[in-house]
């Protein structure tokens, strides 16, 4: 009963919230005068950017955005390699799916967790944070944490030998959760904070990722001087 929830409504809900709602805010914003209003406004909803923390503390952001960037998309990566490896039962790419997963998700880890120290303990960053700054950081902590946890410290990768087939099924529309009904707690658990992040993303500053700025190897050079700079 659970297990048909979590792993056959859970991840269809939240594909369906993740793909609806992403399209829904980049048509009708939110908090702005589009809301309601079917038509294209991305670009007037102020939310829709990450709200930079460089005006403040610049320095202390070190490493830790690199890092939490390059790690997700190496995760991502990963993930579809070794899941494809899981259900097709190609050891070589669940085998890198391990490697490349480990270095991903100590990135990930890493960065997120200096980011939510630094909005903690910069004055101005946690004036300017606000919930969803703190809980958005929380999710890109505690899944990659139980990702490390069971692969590292349970040592019990190979979950994808199930979880490629299960997601076959899904892709099929004929979902089978006894696939995973035997994987490990701390697997299940990673998956299902997952599922929950996904439908979440598209009402957060998340939906950055969908705005990648393509044209950013062509443009112009944007000059940032600093005031000290500025006075010399
Ligand atoms: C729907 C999306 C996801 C699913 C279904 C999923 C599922 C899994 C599974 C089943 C494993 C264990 C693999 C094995 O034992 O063979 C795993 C590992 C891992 N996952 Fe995910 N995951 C998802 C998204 C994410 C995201 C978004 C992150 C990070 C933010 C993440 C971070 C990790 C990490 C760090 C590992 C350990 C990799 C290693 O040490 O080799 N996962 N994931």
Not at 30 to 57: E, H, I, M, N
Not at 100 to 105: D, L, Q
Not at 148 to 158: C, D, E
Request: net charge positive.
């Amino acid at each position: 009963m659970l297990d048909n929830f979590f792993f056959v409504a859970l991840p269809y809900i939240a594909v369906l919230l993740f793909a609806g709602g992403s399209v829904y805010r980049a048509f009708t914003g939110v908090k702005t005068a589009f809301r309601g209003r079917l038509t294209w406004s991305a670009r007037g909803d102020l939310l829709w950017t990450t709200r930079s923390t460089g005006f403040f503390g610049r320095a202390s952001v070190g490493t830790s955005a690199l890092s939490l960037h390059w790690g997700l998309v190496i995760l991502v990566v990963a993930h579809g390699v070794g899941f494809i490896g899981g259900a097709g039962g190609w050891p070589v790419l669940v085998d890198f799916f391990r490697w490349a997963g480990m270095f991903g998700g100590l990135l990930v880890f890493y960065g997120a967790s200096w980011a939510f120290v630094r909005r903690l303990v910069v004055p101005q960053l946690r004036a300017m944070s606000t919930r969803e700054d703190y809980l958005v950081l929380l999710f890109l902590i505690v899944i990659p944490g139980l990702g490390l946890y069971h692969s590292v410290v349970q040592i019990a990768f190979g979950v994808s030998y199930a979880v490629g087939p299960w997601l076959g099924s899904l892709f099929t529309l004929q979902p089978d959760p006894k696939l995973v009904a035997g994987a490990p707690l701390v697997a299940k658990v990673h998956m299902i904070a997952n599922f929950i992040f996904l439908a979440y993303l598209p009402f957060t500053k998340l939906v950055h990722v969908f705005s990648y700025p393509m044209a950013y190897i062509t443009r112009p050079y944007i000059s940032m001087r600093s005031y000290v700079g500025l006075k010399r």
